[in-house]
């Protein structure tokens, strides 16, 4: 995983090259829910970003505002604000990536599953409107619960006769992230040499960090291990009880959320070995229909869905402990896309 800092150094020079970097084709991304706390420091970072010709920001209103502020920033994508259901479409015309922060934030005492019941209508309207207006988008979806929002995607997809598993990803980036930070906090290295594994979902026990395979590797006692993943699993609550009630992990989701859609631009003007943790369509567990792990991203979308590697019995019993969490999750995901 390429640090976002290494992404936006040469952003940052962008009056000495955005404009005249003719390497790269141009590339539409569209952001549905970019005035919101995700959707304004995504959109602030994805203006940042070099592969980025034309951006599109869309929420129900207060974009033409965020629009024009990031606008005046001196890099190479053109940005306009589109707001309210009207506007969606064109929004979304011509985008080659949509990424989808919309939703309500997460708040003290509410689990991912709480916000289920307002964010799963409006993932299904979203979906329903790039099935129709950007049918082969790559499409990061953000809002949560990612492992019920990502079904519904797909249902509704399949039913405009419009779906690729190659191309819809629900982005867990925000756990790898985090378990390279804690674990290289716990072990004293230079957190931009490290990657930990993180696969199976995006919420509580679903997040399973396989710190047997982090590199540098060093060993760690039961109870490090236990208290990293621990941490690792509720770092989404550590921010909301941080915040007192005034927010959820906004800015490091959209840290999180631009270094994933910068590996998806990147997969799509063909460069090689670009490889990142997604929850998407996979076989890798028997039981379930969709799974996080490692896939290599290319001009496509996924072309290839990564294993495990060797597990731990720590390892396996977490993972044991998760399929049946993520088995409901995904099914409560597509009964809603079939009945709503």
């Known amino acids: 995983m390429r640090s976002l800092l290494r992404v936006t150094q040469n952003v940052l020079r962008a009056s000495e090259?955005?404009?005249?970097?003719?390497?790269?084709?141009d590339r539409k991304v569209a952001i549905l829910g970019a005035a919101g706390g995700i959707g304004q420091p995504l959109s602030l970072l994805m203006k940042m970003n070099p592969y980025v010709s034309d951006l599109a920001l869309y929420d129900i209103q207060g974009t033409p505002g965020v629009a024009a502020d990031i606008s005046h920033i001196n890099s190479k994508a053109k940005t306009k604000g589109y707001a309210g259901a009207e506007q969606l479409g064109e929004a979304l015309k011509g985008a080659d990536v949509v990424i989808i922060p919309a939703g309500v934030p997460r708040k003290p005492g509410m689990t991912r599953d709480d916000l289920f019941k307002t964010n799963?209508?409006?993932?299904?309207?979203?979906?329903?409107?790039?099935?129709q207006h950007a049918p082969t988008?790559?499409?990061?979806?953000?809002?949560?619960?990612?492992?019920?929002?990502?079904?519904?995607?797909?249902?509704?997809?399949?039913?405009?006769?419009?779906?690729?598993?190659?191309?819809?990803?629900?982005?867990?980036?925000?756990?790898?992230?985090?378990?390279?930070?804690?674990?290289?906090?716990?072990?004293?290295?230079?957190?931009?040499?490290?990657?930990?594994?993180?696969?199976?979902?995006h919420a509580g026990v679903t997040i399973l960090p396989f710190f047997s395979q982090a590199t540098p590797f060093q060993?760690?006692?039961?109870?490090?291990?236990?208290?990293?993943?621990?941490?690792?699993?509720?770092?989404?609550?550590?921010?909301?009880?941080?915040?007192?009630?005034?927010?959820?992990a906004t800015l490091s989701m959209a840290y999180a959320g631009a270094l994933f859609a910068d590996a998806c631009l990147r997969g799509l003007n063909g460069e090689s070995d670009v490889e990142e943790y997604t929850f998407v369509e996979s076989n890798i567990v028997p039981e379930l229909t969709f799974f996080s792990s490692k896939v290599k991203l290319g001009p496509?979308?996924?072309?290839?869905?990564?294993?495990?590697?060797e597990l731990t019995e720590f390892e396996e019993?977490?993972?044991?402990?998760?399929?049946?969490?993520?088995?409901?999750?995904?099914?409560?995901?597509?009964?809603?896309?079939?009945?709503?």
Do not use: C, W
């Not at 006692?221 to 909301?240: H, I, N, P, S």
């Not at 399929?323 to 896309?337: C, M, R, Y």
């Open 17 to 25: 090259r955005a404009y005249t970097n003719a390497a790269n084709p």
């Open 120 to 131: 799963a209508g409006i993932v299904k309207d979203l979906i329903t409107a790039v099935a």
């Open 137 to 201: 988008a790559i499409l990061n979806i953000i809002s949560n619960p990612v492992n019920s929002t990502v079904p519904i995607a797909a249902e509704v997809l399949k039913a405009a006769g419009v779906y690729d598993p190659r191309r819809l990803f629900g982005v867990t980036t925000l756990d790898v992230v985090r378990a390279r930070t804690f674990y290289a906090e716990k072990k004293g290295l230079p957190v931009a040499d490290v990657e930990v594994p993180v696969v199976g979902g």
């Open 219 to 248: 060993d760690l006692a039961q109870e490090e291990l236990v208290a990293l993943t621990k941490r690792t699993q509720d770092g989404g609550t550590e921010v909301v009880q941080a915040k007192a009630g005034k927010g959820s």
């Open 300 to 309: 496509n979308g996924i072309e290839k869905v990564m294993g495990l590697g």
């Open 317 to 340: 019993a977490g993972l044991k402990d998760a399929i049946p969490e993520l088995k409901a999750s995904i099914a409560k995901g597509v009964e809603f896309a079939h009945s709503n």
